[in-house]
């Protein structure tokens, strides 16, 4: 088996799931209570939140642990919005945002907030310029992804972060789901930013887990109303045996974090520079610095994306269509939309998206299945 389809979901690591295990089996009390097994289990949650702070350098008080990035995602773009919305209502977002963010904004329009969605270049960024022109003396939120999930363009945070360096109070939300473990740190952790999102399932720890930053002086309006856990801001008994493999999943990831990711980059280039080589392909991921090292998008023109998926799950070989959470109900691409790609080619879209753990065996595997299915494509076309 060939597994390429880690943005969508990463296998757990087995020493993760052993601590998974071991925390179910010994740190079972819950966190709240008084008692010993309580204390215990209160104990490991909080050595996990503060090897989590180290390994990203935030406070712990900053780390909050959410069920995965689509609630860390809500939250963050809802609970801004309401704590704020009688300093204003509008916000501004990508037209290349993940659902989680795009239907979020679309419920607060629906209460009456009003949404910018900045468009992209053909390269799937966000021009900066663009969003210093739809500020506003409204905006209370900017939120925008820091690696797009469908053709892995690193969008420019940090230099949207020096725009809003003269606009302290509009609060600035990143999507880091895709970067995490990427050795991109220093393109999207920007001291401007006053909250991450995180998932763990991403990068190989359960699914289910999560993480957002929340900015010391930060506030949010909690979305769980309950028992008051995570200083009050998000209510629910915690799922301490997924935070603490979590928090391991976080250590093996930073772990030689630079040569995984050129690991990553050499089997990209395997990849696309084997593509150029084909007919009738379109790539929209790119071999240069505004692209993440481990997502490939390509087209075989006029050959549907699920078609092609399939057919390679055939050979036991694992990709997707663009966006995992859009792929099931057979939708359009929304960044390759978003992009002006033609519907007809945006349709074809595959992705091949990669991790520490994929080789240049399998990379050799693949492109050779990938031969014979595209001539076996181009001989029926």
Request: with cysteine.
């Amino acid at each position: 088996m060939i597994y390429f389809d880690n943005s969508a979901t990463t296998k757990i690591e087995d020493s993760v799931l052993n601590t998974y295990n071991v925390a179910s089996q010994q740190y079972f009390g819950n966190p709240s209570s008084l008692h010993k097994l309580g204390l215990k289990a209160y104990e490991l949650l909080e050595t996990s939140r503060k090897n989590i702070a180290k390994l990203m350098n935030f406070k712990p008080h900053e780390v909050f642990f959410t069920s995965g990035g689509t609630e860390g995602n809500n939250w963050i773009i809802k609970g801004t919005a309401f704590k704020k919305r009688e300093f204003g209502k509008h916000i501004i977002t990508s037209a290349v945002e993940h659902p989680s963010v795009i239907n979020t904004m679309t419920q607060l329009e629906q209460l009456g907030f009003d949404v910018t969605y900045l468009p992209v270049d053909k390269t799937g960024h966000v021009r900066v310029e663009d969003l210093k022109n739809a500020i506003r003396p409204d905006t209370i939120l900017v939120s925008i992804m820091a690696v797009n999930n469908e053709v892995g363009s690193i969008q420019p945070i940090t230099q949207i972060g020096r725009v809003l360096d003269d606009y302290p109070s509009i609060s600035f939300h990143v999507d880091g789901t895709q970067a995490i473990g990427k050795d991109l740190d220093d393109r999207f952790i920007d001291p401007r930013v006053d909250y991450f999102t995180f998932s763990g399932h991403k990068f190989h720890a359960p699914r289910g887990i999560g993480f957002i930053y929340m900015k010391s002086g930060k506030q949010l309006e909690p979305l769980m109303a309950g028992g008051g856990q995570e200083k009050g801001q998000r209510s629910g008994t915690e799922n301490t045996p997924a935070i603490a493999a979590m928090a391991r999943a976080l250590r093996l990831l930073k772990d030689n974090e630079k040569v995984k990711a050129q690991e990553m980059l050499k089997l990209k280039t395997m990849l696309i520079q084997h593509l150029e080589k084909l007919d009738n392909v379109h790539i929209f991921s790119k071999l240069d610095d505004d692209f993440a090292p481990h997502i490939i998008c390509f087209t075989l023109d006029g050959v549907r994306g699920e078609t092609i998926v399939h057919t390679f799950e055939d050979r036991d070989i694992y990709i997707s269509t663009t966006s995992a959470c859009s792929s099931k109900k057979g939708l359009e691409s929304s960044t390759l939309k978003a992009m002006n790609t033609q519907e007809n080619i945006a349709t074809s879209a595959v992705r091949v998206s990669l991790d520490e753990n994929n080789t240049e065996s399998e990379m050799k595997e693949f492109i050779k299945n990938l031969d014979e299915i595209h001539d076996h494509f181009q001989i029926l076309n």
